[in-house]
Protein backbone atom coordinates (compact mmCIF):
# COMPACT_ATOMS: atom_id res chain seq x y z
CA UNK A 1 0.00 0.00 0.00
CA UNK A 2 1.10 3.67 -0.77
CA UNK A 3 0.43 5.56 2.51
CA UNK A 4 -2.13 8.61 2.13
CA UNK A 5 -3.06 7.42 -1.37
CA UNK A 6 -5.34 5.51 -2.72
CA UNK A 7 -5.87 3.40 -5.97
CA UNK A 8 -8.18 5.79 -8.01
CA UNK A 9 -5.83 9.20 -6.81
CA UNK A 10 -2.97 7.61 -8.38
CA UNK A 11 -4.70 6.49 -11.63
CA UNK A 12 -5.93 10.38 -11.53
CA UNK A 13 -2.46 11.39 -11.43
CA UNK A 14 -0.89 9.18 -13.84
CA UNK A 15 -3.62 10.31 -16.39
CA UNK A 16 -2.62 13.75 -15.65
CA UNK A 17 0.96 13.11 -16.54
CA UNK A 18 0.84 10.99 -18.99
CA UNK A 19 0.25 11.14 -22.77
CA UNK A 20 -1.67 7.62 -23.40
CA UNK A 21 -2.64 6.28 -26.13
CA UNK A 22 -3.98 2.79 -27.12
CA UNK A 23 -1.99 2.20 -30.77
CA UNK A 24 1.02 2.14 -27.90
CA UNK A 25 0.00 -1.42 -26.58
CA UNK A 26 -0.16 -4.11 -29.57
CA UNK A 27 -2.11 -6.66 -27.48
CA UNK A 28 -4.92 -3.68 -26.83
CA UNK A 29 -5.13 -2.81 -29.96
CA UNK A 30 -5.44 -6.31 -30.88
CA UNK A 31 -8.26 -6.91 -28.35
CA UNK A 32 -10.26 -4.90 -30.94
CA UNK A 33 -10.54 -7.37 -33.00
CA UNK A 34 -12.77 -9.47 -30.68
CA UNK A 35 -10.75 -12.47 -31.27
CA UNK A 36 -9.36 -14.03 -28.44
CA UNK A 37 -6.70 -16.28 -30.49
CA UNK A 38 -5.34 -13.23 -31.84
CA UNK A 39 -4.65 -11.50 -28.47
CA UNK A 40 -3.27 -14.64 -27.64
CA UNK A 41 -0.66 -14.99 -30.53
CA UNK A 42 0.19 -10.95 -30.16
CA UNK A 43 1.02 -11.57 -26.55
CA UNK A 44 3.42 -14.37 -27.26
CA UNK A 45 5.16 -12.83 -29.75
CA UNK A 46 5.31 -9.61 -27.94
CA UNK A 47 7.43 -11.46 -25.28
CA UNK A 48 11.13 -10.00 -25.39
CA UNK A 49 10.02 -7.56 -27.74
CA UNK A 50 9.18 -3.97 -28.41
CA UNK A 51 5.57 -3.77 -29.54
CA UNK A 52 6.57 -1.85 -32.52
CA UNK A 53 8.78 -5.17 -33.94
CA UNK A 54 5.20 -7.35 -32.49
CA UNK A 55 3.22 -4.91 -34.64
CA UNK A 56 5.16 -5.69 -37.88
CA UNK A 57 5.13 -9.12 -37.37
CA UNK A 58 1.58 -9.07 -36.61
CA UNK A 59 0.67 -7.76 -39.25
CA UNK A 60 2.96 -9.68 -41.83
CA UNK A 61 0.63 -12.69 -40.52
CA UNK A 62 -2.14 -11.07 -40.82
CA UNK A 63 -1.61 -10.55 -44.52
CA UNK A 64 -1.03 -13.70 -44.81
CA UNK A 65 -3.62 -15.62 -43.07
CA UNK A 66 -6.38 -12.88 -43.02
CA UNK A 67 -7.98 -13.74 -39.75
CA UNK A 68 -5.51 -15.09 -36.91
CA UNK A 69 -7.38 -18.54 -35.63
CA UNK A 70 -6.10 -22.16 -34.83
CA UNK A 71 -6.74 -23.54 -38.11
CA UNK A 72 -5.02 -21.31 -39.91
CA UNK A 73 -2.35 -21.41 -38.31
CA UNK A 74 -2.12 -24.93 -38.72
CA UNK A 75 -2.01 -24.89 -42.44
CA UNK A 76 0.65 -22.69 -42.54
CA UNK A 77 3.71 -24.36 -42.64
CA UNK A 78 6.51 -23.73 -39.57
CA UNK A 79 8.44 -21.75 -42.41
CA UNK A 80 6.20 -19.28 -43.42
CA UNK A 81 5.45 -18.64 -39.95
CA UNK A 82 8.76 -17.96 -39.03
CA UNK A 83 9.40 -16.09 -42.15
CA UNK A 84 6.16 -13.80 -40.92
CA UNK A 85 7.16 -13.34 -37.69
CA UNK A 86 10.71 -12.66 -38.45
CA UNK A 87 10.55 -8.91 -37.15
CA UNK A 88 9.53 -9.43 -33.35
CA UNK A 89 12.64 -11.48 -32.94
CA UNK A 90 12.95 -15.05 -31.08
CA UNK A 91 11.08 -15.85 -34.13
CA UNK A 92 11.54 -19.62 -34.89
CA UNK A 93 11.00 -20.36 -31.14
CA UNK A 94 7.89 -18.16 -31.19
CA UNK A 95 6.73 -20.20 -34.35
CA UNK A 96 7.06 -23.36 -32.84
CA UNK A 97 5.15 -22.64 -29.48
CA UNK A 98 2.65 -20.48 -31.84
CA UNK A 99 1.95 -23.60 -34.25
CA UNK A 100 1.61 -25.99 -30.46
CA UNK A 101 -0.66 -23.51 -28.88
CA UNK A 102 -2.73 -23.49 -32.00
CA UNK A 103 -2.96 -27.76 -32.12
CA UNK A 104 -3.69 -27.26 -28.87
CA UNK A 105 -6.84 -24.29 -29.09
CA UNK A 106 -9.01 -25.76 -32.29
CA UNK A 107 -11.87 -26.17 -32.34
CA UNK A 108 -13.02 -23.05 -30.36
CA UNK A 109 -10.79 -24.38 -27.30
CA UNK A 110 -9.75 -20.98 -26.30
CA UNK A 111 -13.13 -19.70 -26.07
CA UNK A 112 -14.38 -22.25 -23.53
CA UNK A 113 -11.16 -21.73 -21.70
CA UNK A 114 -12.58 -18.15 -21.38
CA UNK A 115 -15.93 -19.03 -20.32
CA UNK A 116 -14.56 -20.97 -16.79
CA UNK A 117 -14.08 -18.63 -13.48
CA UNK A 118 -10.71 -16.48 -13.42
CA UNK A 119 -8.77 -19.26 -11.09
CA UNK A 120 -9.86 -21.96 -13.38
CA UNK A 121 -9.28 -20.01 -16.30
CA UNK A 122 -5.95 -18.70 -15.43
CA UNK A 123 -4.99 -22.32 -14.99
CA UNK A 124 -5.88 -23.89 -17.97
CA UNK A 125 -4.32 -20.76 -19.84
CA UNK A 126 -0.79 -21.22 -17.99
CA UNK A 127 -0.86 -25.27 -18.61
CA UNK A 128 -0.45 -23.99 -22.60
CA UNK A 129 3.15 -24.33 -23.93
CA UNK A 130 4.47 -20.29 -23.94
CA UNK A 131 2.21 -18.70 -22.04
CA UNK A 132 3.22 -17.62 -18.62
CA UNK A 133 1.10 -15.71 -15.87
CA UNK A 134 1.77 -12.21 -17.59
CA UNK A 135 0.55 -13.31 -21.00
CA UNK A 136 -2.67 -15.72 -18.87
CA UNK A 137 -3.68 -11.90 -17.39
CA UNK A 138 -3.15 -9.66 -20.73
CA UNK A 139 -5.32 -12.35 -22.29
CA UNK A 140 -7.90 -12.50 -19.48
CA UNK A 141 -8.52 -9.31 -18.71
CA UNK A 142 -8.94 -7.64 -22.49
CA UNK A 143 -10.64 -10.49 -24.02
CA UNK A 144 -12.25 -12.30 -20.71
CA UNK A 145 -12.93 -9.05 -18.57
CA UNK A 146 -11.77 -10.74 -15.96
CA UNK A 147 -10.52 -8.86 -12.41
CA UNK A 148 -7.20 -9.53 -12.75
CA UNK A 149 -4.07 -7.06 -13.68
CA UNK A 150 -0.99 -8.30 -15.88
CA UNK A 151 2.12 -7.36 -14.51
CA UNK A 152 5.23 -7.03 -16.94
CA UNK A 153 8.68 -5.97 -16.68
CA UNK A 154 7.94 -2.32 -16.45
CA UNK A 155 5.51 -2.66 -13.80
CA UNK A 156 7.20 -4.87 -12.00
CA UNK A 157 10.33 -2.31 -11.62
CA UNK A 158 7.48 0.39 -10.84
CA UNK A 159 5.96 -1.63 -8.14
CA UNK A 160 9.11 -2.76 -6.24
CA UNK A 161 10.56 0.68 -6.57
CA UNK A 162 7.26 2.37 -5.23
CA UNK A 163 7.55 0.19 -2.10
CA UNK A 164 4.44 -2.25 -3.27
CA UNK A 165 6.47 -5.37 -3.10
CA UNK A 166 9.19 -6.60 -1.29
CA UNK A 167 10.19 -8.82 -4.39
CA UNK A 168 9.67 -9.08 -8.00
CA UNK A 169 7.70 -12.11 -7.36
CA UNK A 170 4.75 -11.92 -10.23
CA UNK A 171 2.01 -12.95 -7.56
CA UNK A 172 3.33 -10.51 -4.66
CA UNK A 173 3.08 -7.94 -7.24
CA UNK A 174 -0.40 -9.01 -8.76
CA UNK A 175 -2.21 -9.11 -5.63
CA UNK A 176 -0.54 -5.50 -4.24
CA UNK A 177 -2.11 -4.06 -7.13
CA UNK A 178 -5.11 -6.01 -7.26
CA UNK A 179 -5.81 -5.10 -3.39
CA UNK A 180 -4.63 -0.96 -4.37
CA UNK A 181 -6.79 -0.60 -7.59
CA UNK A 182 -10.89 -1.26 -7.64
CA UNK A 183 -11.59 -4.16 -10.19
CA UNK A 184 -13.00 -1.37 -12.83
CA UNK A 185 -9.84 -0.09 -12.50
CA UNK A 186 -7.57 -3.00 -13.36
CA UNK A 187 -7.03 -2.72 -16.89
CA UNK A 188 -6.54 1.12 -16.53
CA UNK A 189 -3.86 0.93 -14.20
CA UNK A 190 -2.20 -2.06 -16.05
CA UNK A 191 -1.58 0.56 -18.87
CA UNK A 192 -1.24 3.63 -17.23
CA UNK A 193 2.26 1.94 -15.12
CA UNK A 194 3.28 0.17 -18.06
CA UNK A 195 3.67 3.96 -19.51
CA UNK A 196 4.94 5.43 -16.39
CA UNK A 197 7.83 2.46 -16.47
CA UNK A 198 8.10 3.96 -20.08
CA UNK A 199 8.29 7.39 -19.76
CA UNK A 200 9.11 8.04 -16.24
CA UNK A 201 10.70 5.17 -14.54
CA UNK A 202 12.93 3.76 -16.90
CA UNK A 203 15.46 1.11 -15.72
CA UNK A 204 18.33 3.70 -15.88
CA UNK A 205 18.17 7.10 -14.67
CA UNK A 206 14.57 7.47 -13.24
CA UNK A 207 13.37 10.98 -13.77
CA UNK A 208 11.72 10.98 -10.37
CA UNK A 209 11.87 14.87 -10.45
CA UNK A 210 9.18 14.22 -12.67
CA UNK A 211 7.20 11.81 -12.09
CA UNK A 212 3.66 12.22 -10.75
CA UNK A 213 4.45 9.92 -7.72
CA UNK A 214 7.66 10.98 -6.72
CA UNK A 215 6.11 12.16 -3.14
CA UNK A 216 5.07 8.86 -2.39
CA UNK A 217 7.65 6.55 -3.80
CA UNK A 218 9.90 4.69 -1.80
CA UNK A 219 12.83 4.76 -3.81
CA UNK A 220 12.60 8.45 -5.09
CA UNK A 221 12.51 9.23 -0.96
CA UNK A 222 15.95 7.09 -0.63
CA UNK A 223 17.20 8.93 -3.50
CA UNK A 224 16.46 11.97 -1.85
CA UNK A 225 17.58 10.87 1.71
CA UNK A 226 20.96 9.84 0.22
CA UNK A 227 21.17 13.15 -1.58
CA UNK A 228 21.10 15.00 1.49
S1 LIG B 1 9.48 8.50 -8.35
FE1 LIG B 1 11.11 7.60 -9.59
S2 LIG B 1 11.33 5.49 -8.89
FE2 LIG B 1 9.39 6.27 -8.12
S3 LIG B 1 7.86 5.63 -9.63
FE3 LIG B 1 8.51 7.69 -10.18
S4 LIG B 1 10.20 7.46 -11.62
FE4 LIG B 1 9.88 5.48 -10.59
Given at each position: ??????????????????????????????????NPFEVLV???????????????????????????DP??????????????????????????????VA?LLSGGRLERILE?????A??EL??L??V???????L???MG????????????????????????????????????????????????????????????????????????????????????
Amino acid sequence: MIEGVDGKAILRRLEGALDFKEEEFVSLMASKSKNPFEVLVTTIVSQNTNDKNTAKAMKRLKNILGRIDPERIEKLSLRELEEALRPAGLYRQKARVIKRVASLLSGGRLERILEKDLEEARRELISLPGVGPKTADVLLSLMGRRPTIAVDRHITRVAVRLGLASSDDYEEIRGSLMRLFDPEDYLKAHLLLIKLGRVYCRPKNPKCEECPLRDVCDYAKSKKEIGR
